[in-house]
């Protein structure tokens, strides 16, 4: 190993990771917040996450940091982040875990007030106000999910089925949340179907925000960011914004914004003390 690459590996002061369905992303930085290590590799199940972390950390010459924290999908429950704090102690002096969506959260309001839509595959609102937290939706994409992309895709299937044309076989989820992209394409277009598709999806995830944010009691601006691939599509993002004031009529909608990824936000997240406020908050209102 390169003298500068020792150097990199010694300044590493807290390691971040987000290990999401797809990625597993793993960013280290040194005291100051600056990156000296990042790592993006398809994402392991929660059993082999510990021999990856562990690979990862002996190609980069580390052993142990003085923190390590986590957001990982599939991780929702106190009782889930006990488990995979276990199993991760011996890679950092203090060990912190949390859900991918709490992560998230943090990333585009730190210690702030605000309510985060997530919607790709599924859907979910996730709030704050202060120390009390909560959610709508989330329940998974068979479950409900709806304004996902997954919900989104199916809606179109059933369209196609319904004027008589052939679908071939049975789609996976991530399969049927992939159509999404093209559906709200059309939509944009104008083609009739997709344009009302997205319209009804829009309008279901403007609801999971009102619902998120009336648990929360939130007052006066509601910051509200949204994230997850659907919103990459800037036209549907605009149509979401368009259906917030039937719910909010006398409310002021904030967009809030996020320039970091998540891993990094992770590991930085580590080198402010916030962050045990932020965590000690517990699981969210059902």
């Known amino acids: 190993m390169s003298r500068q690459k020792a150097d990199a590996a010694a300044r590493v002061q807290s390691v971040g990771i ?25 994402s392991p199940s929660l059993t082999d996450l510990p021999h990856r972390i562990k690979s990862i950390f002996q190609r980069w010459k580390i052993s142990q940091v003085p923190i390590l924290i986590i957001g990982s999908k599939g991780i929702w429950t106190q009782a889930e982040k006990y488990s995979l704090k276990k199993k991760l102690e011996i890679f950092s002096q203090t060990t912190l875990v949390m859900s991918d969506v709490e992560l998230a959260h ?13 919607a790709g595959t599924g859907s979910i609102a996730y709030g704050r106000n202060k120390n009390k937290i909560a959610r709508s939706g989330g329940l998974g994409p068979e479950k409900g999910d ?19 044309n052939k679908t071939g076989r049975k789609k996976s989820v991530r399969e049927t949340a992939q159509l999404a992209g093209s559906v709200i394409e059309k939509a944009e277009k104008g083609e009739t179907y997709p344009f009302f598709i997205a319209q ?87």
């Not at 930085?29 to 398809?42: E, F, L, N």
């Open 18 to 42: 987000d290990r999401g369905g797809t990625w597993l992303r793993i960013a280290a930085v040194d005291r100051r917040g600056k990156t000296v290590k990042a790592i993006q590799a398809p």
């Open 106 to 118: 943090y990333r585009y309001f730190k210690a702030r007030n605000g309510v985060l839509l997530i």
């Open 146 to 164: 709806e304004g996902s992309g997954y919900w989104i895709g199916r809606r179109w299937l059933q369209s196609l089925r319904m004027n008589g």
């Open 200 to 286: 009804e999806a829009a309008d279901y995830l403007a609801k999971l925000v009102w619902d998120a944010a009336g648990k929360l009691n939130l007052k006066g601006t509601i910051l509200l960011g949204c994230h997850g691939g659907l919103f990459k599509n800037r036209y549907f993002e605009k149509e979401l914004l368009k259906a917030l004031p039937f719910y909010f009529p006398s409310r002021k909608i904030k967009k809030a914004s996020s320039r970091e990824d998540a891993a990094t936000c992770a590991a930085r997240m580590g080198l402010d003390r916030s962050w045990k406020k932020y965590l000690g908050t517990g699981n969210p209102l059902r």
